[in-house]
């Protein structure tokens, strides 16, 4: 008699069960995230995902066996002290400063990478299709790459093609925006013009360009030289 197969859980519950209960793990509930966890479940629902669908059975540590269940929704586990803590890798607004001449010692270095003969032109995701009884199929991203360097990629415990089709894309995004480097070196705060500092200063309504030397009174800074 051949098993029956539908999915199993939300992959929050799995990996809850997986820290917690019978699997080994020996983490509290009070050891995980558990808002943060479950917030994550509800945007990855929200958008037709959340499910962990496979069975494991080879032997792995529990921390393996977390981020194994995890990797069904792209989250990351980290620790914080004796607490996991879950995040998704998704597009995210985060600070940024600008520095320029007047607030740093040293210029900044920007380090482009381009393109390698090395580099993927695609990405394949290995997904398990239930219309193929539970087989494997692959998604690639772009849809017309050349598949002359394909970087394949298998993800266990997910059965829908979109998002096998997102992963395969965020991963190929990624791949595109970790070619760009930007690194600012030295910043000393505070530093803004010092006596005898040559200055060029621009007009942009008058198109007057002049320069000379700096000469600092209480707020006010002159030059040598009328512009």
Do not use: H
């Amino acid at each position: 008699m051949s098993p029956t197969l539908s999915p199993t859980r939300k992959m929050a519950d799995a990996l809850v069960e997986a820290a917690t209960g019978r699997n080994g793990g020996n983490y509290q509930d009070d050891q995980l995230d558990l808002p943060g966890l479950y917030a994550i479940q509800t945007q990855l629902e929200a958008i037709g995902e959340g499910t962990f669908d496979a069975v494991i059975d080879q032997r792995r540590s529990v921390d393996s066996e977390l981020q194994l269940i995890a990797n069904s929704g792209r989250v990351q586990i980290f620790r914080y002290g004796n607490r996991l803590f879950f995040v998704r890798d998704q597009l995210k607004i985060a600070p940024n400063g600008l520095f320029n001449g007047r607030n740093k010692v040293e210029t900044e270095e920007l380090t482009f990478n381009f393109l390698n003969s090395d580099d993927p032109d695609g990405v394949e995701i290995s997904w398990i299709d239930p219309a193929l009884d539970y087989r494997p199929a692959q998604e690639l991203f772009p849809p017309d790459s050349p598949q002359l360097n394909i970087e394949r990629l298998e993800l266990i415990g997910v059965t829908s093609q979109l998002a096998a089709y997102r992963r395969a894309k965020f991963e190929y995004l990624a791949i595109t925006l970790r070619r760009d480097n930007m690194k600012v070196k030295i910043t000393e705060e505070g530093r803004l013009l010092a006596l005898l500092d040559w200055v060029k200063v621009s007009d942009g309504i008058q198109e007057t360009t002049g320069e000379g030397e700096c000469d600092v009174s209480g707020n006010r800074v002159f030059l040598d030289r009328s512009l």
